[in-house]
């Protein structure tokens, strides 16, 4: 055990000197989180709205105020036509149009929508945006309640992918890295012919950056909370709890991917295949996995961080208990099993 611990001892030191991996294993994470948090958002802001009505009464002005002093639309002006409108839209001086018909106020909800469709589904935000800011959710036509995130606020579906990110390639990649640096070096002999057995030094290097990736986790979680304001609606120790399980994971791929690979840049060609890639684009990261081809959903089911993902947003936003997310452990500890029992088992002790 003492040898053990001074394996462990040696490789946090030496991750610690190495200035540029402590700058990846905590700069990466704060950027991230400040760049999806605030910069990169799906939130409506600042919509360039224009007004078609004919004419100005009651309810209709009513409407129109609603609209001015909203935080999610700018009146850029009122026209009297919706072929004006449709004009301001299709040269880019308005991103779209509400068109109040002459019986507006009498069958209230008597309204048209014209809006720019380049992007289907920020179209869609804004009708659902401006229907609610018009009607004031009052309306007998719309009566709709947000659960979970009535804010609508972006960072909500941002964080828990964020953290499903991170974590796999801090643990996954820098593991990988680090184990086939020592192949390169010409020191992975030495450690395999020391008096600790070869498994012991591969645990070894690898539970540093599980303790680092704890940390990690830590700073996500308090980022998110204070910085971003996303609730941490369930338990604190089941979010943590399966976050560990997920770290594992990661790891366990990472020792797979040090088997397979000889060099470093062997080692972040196949990280960057096998995990970048697939985390942004089949996790539901970014897109929704039931509106992907059968095909890809097919493909997401191999993807860890979908299943992370998916209970990290029940487990902090939703604030379900465990047993909503018995689906997904299940499988994460299933894959966390295979990949940790195949590593090992292609895990050659004698160095070609």
């Not at 993902?309 to 018995?326: H, T, Y």
Request: proline fraction near 4%; include cysteine.
């Amino acid at each position: 055990m003492k040898q053990f611990l001074s394996f462990v001892i040696k490789e946090a030191r030496h991750i610690l000197r190495d200035k540029r991996t402590m700058l990846i294993l905590f700069g990466m994470p704060t950027v991230l989180m400040l760049l999806f948090g605030f910069a990169i958002s799906t939130d409506v802001r600042n919509v360039r709205m224009v007004v078609v009505t004919s004419q100005m009464d009651h309810l209709t002005q009513q409407a129109v105020e609603r609209l001015g002093t909203s935080e999610y639309f700018n009146l850029v002006k009122s026209v009297g036509t919706p072929r004006e409108a449709e004009l301001l839209i299709r040269n880019q001086k308005a991103d779209m149009a509400v068109v109040f018909h002459k019986d507006f106020a009498s069958k209230q909800g008597n309204l048209q929508f014209m809006v720019d469709g380049a992007d289907p589904n920020m179209a869609q935000q804004w009708m659902a945006y401006a229907t609610q800011t018009i009607t004031g959710g009052q309306s007998a036509l719309v009566n709709s309640k947000m659960l979970y995130n009535p804010q609508m606020k972006s960072a909500y579906n941002f964080v828990p992918a964020i953290m499903g990110m991170l974590l796999m390639l801090v643990c996954a990649m820098m593991t990988s890295i680090s184990i086939v640096r020592e192949k390169e070096r010409g020191t992975m002999e030495l450690l395999l012919v020391s008096p600790v057995r070869p498994l012991m030094v591969i645990i070894a290097k690898a539970v540093p950056y599980l303790v680092l990736a704890f940390f990690i986790l830590l700073v996500i979680l308090l980022m998110a909370n204070y910085v971003l304001g996303v609730p941490l609606a369930g338990s604190l120790v089941w979010i943590i709890g399966v976050s560990v399980l997920y770290i594992l994971l990661a790891l366990s791929l990472g020792l797979l991917i040090s088997n397979i690979a000889q060099t470093q840049l062997v080692a972040l060609l196949l990280s960057a295949m096998v995990l970048l890639m697939p985390v942004v684009m089949l996790s539901g990261m970014l897109f929704p996995v039931e509106s992907m081809p059968n095909v890809l959903q097919w493909v997401s089911a191999i993807v860890p961080p979908r299943y992370y993902i998916e209970a990290m947003r029940k487990l902090m936003i939703m604030g379900v208990g465990i047993g909503e997310v018995a689906r997904e452990v299940t499988i994460l500890a299933i894959m966390t099993a295979i990949l940790l029992t195949v590593a090992l088992a292609t895990f050659n002790k004698r160095l070609e």
